[in-house]
């Protein structure tokens, strides 16, 4: 497994706004595409503004290079996403996943339970 880590900055708006095109756009295109294992979005604040962090997990690389081209280490930005960002890496960095462990939430007991 391998995971594609990419890094922006933005506003408020412009971080909700991304994640509606990342759930409207990117996820679905994602999902097309053989070797795609997942993805997440994660934000934070600093600095005033908003940081993106975009993780999304891979089989291979040649799966990787059926999203992003043979220079694989490219960021794929949509332009319609480019304008929502102060700023935003131009390249992406690969992980190789050592050790993962999905935790599944825990489930409250329903009401008839009790």
Do not use: C
Not at 66 to 89: M, T, W
Request: net charge negative; no cysteine; proline share 3%.
């Amino acid at each position: 497994m391998i995971e594609r880590v990419w890094l922006a900055r933005t506003t408020r708006d412009g971080a909700t706004r991304y994640a509606e095109h990342f759930r409207r756009v990117v996820m679905p295109e994602l999902a097309a595409i053989a070797g795609y294992r997942g993805a997440r979005l994660l934000e934070r604040e600093l600095n005033g503004g908003i940081e993106i962090v975009v993780v999304t997990h891979w089989q291979t690389i040649d799966a990787i290079r059926a999203f992003a081209g043979e220079e694989i280490d490219r960021a794929v930005v949509h332009d319609e996403a480019a304008v929502l960002f102060s700023d935003y890496d131009r390249k992406v960095r690969h992980f190789g996943v050592v050790v993962s462990e999905d935790i599944q939430p825990a489930f409250p007991e329903s009401a008839s339970d009790s």
